[in-house]
């Protein structure tokens, strides 16, 4: 079946650091990626989103890009700010307008000033 | 937008108490799904409903759990009896089912502890 598989944290980076959170996939058919978020306190948010191969989703200065040879879909960003401290969740709905999302476990990421 | 809203935001009850959840969905969105968060487990899909008729419940831990979505601006999630390991965060989702597009929104929660 479809499963996500996310790297495992807490990741803890200095603000201004490069980000990168592994996620990787295993799916029939043409699933749509996600990448989602949840600050302290709050429901998940939708942080950025590819619905095809090749695509790039970006969002904040976050990107994800949906490579379908290495079933990835990991999340960049490029200098981390202090106000982006939350957990990260990877998620993949299957292709069509059924069905749910299938989220990974989720990587809390910290940064420190 | 006012967004999914759920309530309460946090209760505290009894074990052996009845305990009812409650979420009211983006206007419009007619798929709402019920999701658990524990440390342990992380997130979990206990029900969804398509057109407030539940399409996968094989989520739902046990006979104790129980979701009714009378119509489409409103569900509840019903815990009877409640138990300690029933403590977590459940979160409500709505979506709006339209081709490729699965624009989930959350609501803030609710955390349930069981003492």
């Known amino acids: 079946g479809n499963s996500v598989t996310q790297m495992e944290g807490p990741v803890t980076l200095s603000e201004e650091a490069f980000l990168t959170i592994n996620c990787t996939y295993t799916?029939?058919?043409?699933?749509?990626l996600f990448w989602y978020v949840q600050y302290p306190g709050e429901g998940l948010q939708l942080l950025l989103k590819?619905?095809?191969?090749?695509d790039k989703g970006s969002n904040k200065g976050f990107e994800a890009t949906y490579r379908k040879e290495t079933t990835s879909f990991h999340l960049e960003k490029g200098s981390v700010q202090v106000s982006d401290s939350a957990v990260y969740f990877c998620?993949?709905?299957?292709?069509?307008?059924?069905?749910?999302?299938?989220f990974g476990k989720g990587t809390k990421l910290s940064v420190k000033p | 937008d006012a967004g999914v809203i759920q309530s309460p935001r946090h209760e505290v009850t009894e074990m052996g108490q009845e305990v009812t959840l409650r979420c009211k969905p983006i206007?419009?969105?007619?798929?709402l799904f019920w999701y658990r968060q524990t440390m342990m487990r992380g997130l979990e899909l206990l029900i969804y409903?398509?057109?407030?008729?539940?399409?996968?419940d094989s989520g739902m831990p046990e006979d104790r759990f129980s979701a009714k979505m009378p119509n489409a601006s409103f569900s509840t999630l019903k815990i009877q009896p409640s138990e300690p390991r029933d403590s977590a965060v459940y979160f409500c989702?709505?979506?709006?089912?339209?081709?490729?597009?699965?624009?989930?929104?959350f609501g803030s929660g609710t955390r349930l502890t069981v003492v």
């Open positions: 989702a709505s979506r709006r089912r339209t081709g490729g597009e699965y624009g989930y929104t």
């Open positions: 998620a993949l709905g299957p292709g069509g307008s059924q069905g749910n999302l299938i």
């Open positions: 206007s419009g969105h007619n798929s």
């Open positions: 799916a029939t058919g043409y699933p749509s």
């Open positions: 409903f398509n057109n407030n008729v539940p399409i996968d």
């Open positions: 590819a619905t095809k191969a090749d």
